[in-house]
């Protein structure tokens, strides 16, 4: 059975597993750099250990591959009645990692 966890980082719960390439919040550091994750909340595989509110001695490392813009995200203000309408938008910064291991 696969080796899973659910890691935390950027205010956002991801689940992973090894060789799985995620899209996190930006992050610092260079490209092929290594990153490790201590916020784990919960594991799985042989066994399923959930965390009250972290899973101890658990870590999932990563290879960051490259930081880039995501899609653009479009904001519209509107009010009906009194030609009122205004568009902006913004695109996030991101990060690929390549997650390489699971440590229990």
Do not use: C
Not at 30 to 50: H, M, N, P, R, Y
């Amino acid at each position: 059975m696969n080796t899973w966890a659910v890691i935390k980082t950027g205010g956002k719960q991801y689940l992973v597993t090894e060789g799985k390439t995620i899209a996190v919040e930006k992050l610092d550091g260079e490209k092929d750099s290594k990153i490790t994750f201590e916020e784990v909340l919960a594991t799985g595989g042989e066994k399923t250990e959930l965390g009250m509110p972290l899973v101890e001695k658990a870590k999932v490392t990563g290879k960051l591959l490259e930081n880039f813009k995501d899609k653009k995200v479009r904001v519209v203000k509107f009010k009906s009645k009194s030609k009122y309408l205004r568009t902006n938008g913004h695109r996030h910064q991101k990060t690929r990692v390549l997650i390489e291991k699971i440590s229990l």
